[in-house]
T-cell receptor
Framework: DAGITQSPRYKITETGRQVTLMCHQTWSHSYMFWYRQDLGHGLRLIYYSAAADITDKGEVPDGYVVSRSKTENFPLTLESATRSQTSVYFC????????????????FGNGTRLTVT | KQEVTQIPAALSVPEGENLVLNCSFTDSAIYNLQWFRQDPGKGLTSLLLIQSSQREQTSGRLNASLDKSSGRSTLYIAASQPGDSATYLCAGRVSSYKLIFGSGTRLLVRP
């Protein structure tokens, strides 16, 4: 099916462990994003990517690593998980507007609920 | 600093009522304003996107308007149904990679 697929849907891990959250989109959208959603903080941008092999930091990048070797995949890795990284993580994508107007809508995956114990 | 505010934070209405959700933003320099719906435990579903050059967009029972000069957008839901119960978020796109999200309005439509 077309869209954005995130895996796993739920993950429990221990403090200090490395964990990778997967994101795959079938639209060949140029832009991909990782957000975290927490009560009281809303949605915060962790990292984004404008194209394959181009990534950049968002608002809260510390403790996270991303890569984008292929247009359709944008994995997020927590190198050494901490309890403060317990959250719901959303991957999103949007296309690049041909006229540079940045008017393509953002589409979200269903999220990964991560608990760090 | 661009901020997006949504009022009210929560709203409860009887089925069949028409309702308006509000979204205000501090900086009029936005590319577009997008409305999303979020069901519990799910991701955000895009409802409508209004470009900065547009005044409104419609999809079925939903109508979104944009007034850049006053920094306001509204989402109008006609003839509300229990299935419309969800959290509604608006977001202003200020660059190719940056959207500023509101904190959402939690809507409950009572049968």
């Amino acid at each position: 099916d077309a869209g954005i697929t995130q895996s796993p849907r739920y993950k429990i891990t221990e403090t200090g462990r490395q964990v990778t959250l997967m994101c795959h989109q079938t639209w060949s959208h140029s832009y991909m994003f990782w957000y975290r959603q927490d009560l009281g903080h809303g949605l915060r941008l962790i990292y984004y990517s404008a194209a394959a092999d181009i990534t950049d930091k968002g608002e809260v990048p510390d403790g996270y690593v991303v890569s984008r070797s292929k247009t359709e995949n944008f994995p997020l890795t927590l190198e050494s998980a901490t309890r403060s990284q317990t959250s719901v993580y959303f991957c999103a994508s949007s296309d690049r507007s041909a006229d540079g107007s940045e008017n393509s809508p953002l589409h979200f995956g269903n999220g990964t609920r991560l608990t760090v114990t | 600093k661009q901020e997006v505010t949504q009022i009210p934070a929560a709203l409860s209405v009887p089925e069949g009522e028409n309702l308006v959700l509000n979204c205000s933003f501090t900086d009029s320099a936005i590319y577009n304003l997008q409305w999303f719906r979020q069901d519990p435990g799910k991701g955000l579903t895009s409802l409508l996107l209004i470009q900065s050059s547009q005044r409104e967009q419609t999809s079925g029972r939903l109508n979104a308007s944009l007034d850049k000069s006053s920094g306001r957008s509204t989402l109008y839901i006609a003839a509300s149904q229990p299935g419309d119960s969800a959290t509604y978020l608006c977001a202003g796109r200020v660059s190719s990679y940056k959207l500023i999200f509101g904190s959402g309005t939690r809507l409950l439509v009572r049968p």
